[in-house]
């Protein structure tokens, strides 16, 4: 019997298996405290008036690295909770900015899921497309991760 709230094994997920995370709106506050955390005070993020002259953008842009990390959030909570060991490496490309306002939300590919030689764990390599409210790609990523392995795996 699976937990509810479970994340997927790595022995779940087979080449081709696809999910879509539910949204989540950046906020001015998202910005605020990740910059603040970070210590990413560069004026782009933090001076208003800053950003109305000097920017090429309209609006107040998210650091790609917040977009990515609430994108991370969003995944891990579909589809990784409590069966993932770590995150051991990624390619990302940041496609085009993500504004105060903009909904995202994860489309995940698993691209390889197999079996490490110690115990029942795996490596699963996904590839992450983190999609804005108007259906545009706006990072691709391609995380790999260490996750376990079911209950009933070969050992």
Known sequence: ????????????????????????????????????????????????????????????AAPAMLTMSLAEGLVLNATGQGTGLAFLNMEMTVKMPVFVGDTIHVEIEVEESRKTSKSSRGLVKTRNRIVNQNGATVIEYSPQRLMSGSIDSPT
């Open 1 to 60: 019997m699976k937990l509810l709230g479970t994340g997927f094994h790595w022995d779940e997920l087979t080449p081709g298996d696809t999910f879509k995370t539910y949204g989540r709106t950046i906020t001015e506050t998202d910005i605020v405290n990740f910059v603040s955390c970070a210590g990413m005070l560069e004026s782009l993020f933090v001076d208003a008036e800053y950003r109305k002259t000097h920017s090429a953008m309209s609006g107040h």
